[in-house]
Every structure is written in C-alpha cells, then in structure tokens.
C-alpha cells in the first residue's frame, strides 16, 4: 500500500486491510506483553489513530517496565497495571467496534429503504461493505481473545481429560456427517480447564470446517505420558490436509491458507490462540500433514508432580 494514501483516501478494501494490519501489530504486542515480554514496542508510524492508541501502548509498556524494577510494591501495581491495561483495550475496541455498526447499519438501510433504485452492481457493493464489516467485528473479537489469554488465569483443576473432550464435543455440536471417536483410557489432567477446552473446540471446529469428505470422521487420542513429564494428546482427521511448506505457518496470526469465503471463512487468529493457551500449560503444538491426507494435530500438557500444591505459577513454563 503506498504510504503516500491516507485512511480517508482509502477505498473498502484497502481500509479493512489497514485496518486489519493495524489492529495486528498493535494487539500482537498487548499478547506479547500479557505474556511477560516487556522488550517489544508497538510501531508509531502514522498520525491517526493508530498511532495515538500505538503510543499510549509504548507509554504503558515502559511503565510497566519501570514497575518491574521496584521490587517493594511491585505486586499491586502490576494489578492496577494489568487492570489499566483491560480497561484500555476494551476502550480501543469500543472505538473501532462503534463506526463498524455504523457502517452495517447504513449499508442495510441502503439495501431497505433504497432498494428499487439502486442496480444490480450496487446491491453487490453493499453486501460487499456489509460482510467487510462483519468479518472485521469478529477480527477484532479475535485479537481481543488473544490479548486476555496471558491476562486472565482461571484456576488449574485436576480433571478427566476424556471428561473435558465429550463436554467439548457437546459443546461444538458437530452435525449428523461428523463422526468423532474419543479413545479410552484418557488420563487425570491438572489444567485451565475452560482454556484446555478452548484447544479441544478449536481444533475439533477446524478438522470438521476443512474437510470435504461426505463422512467428516475426527479421532482423538491420549499418545502416553513422556519423559518430559508432559501428556500429548492427538487430534486426527481425514479431511482437506496442509502442504508441507505451510505446517509452521498455520499457528502465525493472520495465516489463513485460503480465501475468505472458503471452508466458512475466519480471521486466521484462532490457532495463535491455541498455541498460547499450550504454551500457558507448559507444552507444544504441532501438526503432521499432506494435501488430501487429512491432518494430525499433537500438542502438550505438562503433568503436575504429585508433591506440588496445585498452582500453575509452579510448574508453567
């Protein structure tokens, strides 16, 4: 895009794909920070209001690095931080959701009110400005999803993980040309179990959403307990598959390998959130695949020792 073009100069496409950049370089640095890497800077390279929320980004991670050096109180200011740091957030998305409505909502007046006077062309372009808008609400649900991984801890529990797969696949619903088979034995977990399911739901939604088999089958399996002191569990499936070259790629935020409109489009930023929510117990995620051989998703969960108190904070990695 050339620098030289302003967002009002822009057209529909170019502005959801400024928008879209935009809002990744800047949330993908709130990630880094809710994971505790207090060395990265958004980039401040416009006037709008990109730009302001960038800088206000910067000021907030150099006081928490500031925090970080004060040993004495350093506990309750990196609350009222991290609480700060919520409400602003929320507040940026407030902002970007509120002209989005707008948009939708005239685009559908327009569709209403003007229906007999605007040509064929023209109803396209509105359902074109109505989808684009649609699309970047949930983009910014996404990254908003993403940037609270690191932020908010539900308890570790220890529980059934073949107990947390079959509440997930109700959870999912997966229709009549779905079949999932569950292996037994699965063992006693101590995780987040609302963000474990999160992994179950996403990688289940994706083997049922990129397969075009008239029987959709998704195998799920507990592979043992490794010398590392993790469980790997296994999610295959016999759908469309990956190309070798692509496998790393995936698990980037904004990798989507396809078009928009194909295999029920998405925002590419589900998988990132996968790999973080691993990352937050301890493991790993990786994927084995071909094209039209179906994929097989591995990842990690590091066991708690029995002679641990049952926090995460021991044990996580």
């Known amino acids: 895009m050339n620098a030289e073009i302003t967002p009002d100069e822009m057209n529909t496409e170019e502005l959801r ?4 950049n935009k809002l990744a370089d800047i949330l993908s640095v709130l990630s880094d920070v809710a994971l505790g890497d207090l060395t990265v800077e958004a980039s401040v390279d416009s006037e709008d209001i990109f730009g302001s929320v960038a800088m206000g980004v910067n000021a907030m991670i150099k006081g928490l690095r500031e925090l970080k050096a004060q040993d004495a109180e350093k506990t309750i200011l ?3 931080t991290n609480q700060e740091l919520e409400d602003f957030v929320y507040i940026v998305s407030h902002d970007l959701k509120a002209p989005l409505r707008a948009i939708t909502g005239f685009a559908q007046f327009l569709k209403e009110d003007y229906h007999d006077k605007v040509d064929e062309q023209g109803q396209d372009y509105l359902r074109r400005i109505a989808e684009g808008a649609d699309r970047m609400h949930q983009l910014i ?20 993980a073949g107990e947390l797969i079959r509440r997930t696949i109700v959870f999912v619903n997966p229709p009549e ?20 399911q ?11 959403k990129y397969n075009d088999k008239d029987e959709k089958i998704i195998e799920i399996s507990w592979a043992g307990y490794s010398e590392n ?17 692509h496998l790393d790629r995936i698990f980037k935020i904004f990798q989507r390998l396809h078009a928009k409109e194909e295999y029920g489009g998405g925002t590419g930023v589900g998988l990132n959130i996968v790999r973080k929510i691993v990352k937050q117990h301890g493991g790993k995620i990786w994927v084995e695949s071909a094209p039209a051989e179906g994929s097989v998703f591995h990842f990690t969960v590091r066991r708690q020792d029995k002679d641990q ?8 990695v």
């Not at 101590?190 to 963000?195: A, M, Y």
């Not at 999160?198 to 049922?208: E, G, K, P």
């Not at 108190?309 to 996580?316: A, P, R, Y």
Request: one cysteine or more; charged letters at 30%.
């Open 17 to 20: 794909a400024y928008t879209e």
């Open 198 to 208: 999160q992994v179950f739901a996403n990688l289940i939604t994706n083997a049922m």
């Open 78 to 80: 990196l609350e009222k």
């Open 309 to 316: 108190t049952g926090t995460e904070e021991q044990w996580l």
């Open 177 to 196: 040309d779905v079949k999932i088979v569950v292996s037994d034995g699965m063992p006693a977990i101590f995780c987040d179990e609302v963000r474990l």
């Open 141 to 160: 649900n996404d990254l908003l999803e993403l940037s609270r991984i690191g932020r908010h801890r539900n308890p570790f529990v220890e529980i059934d």
């Open 229 to 245: 002191g993790c469980d790997e569990f296994i999610v295959r499936d016999n759908g469309i598959g990956i190309e070798e070259a």
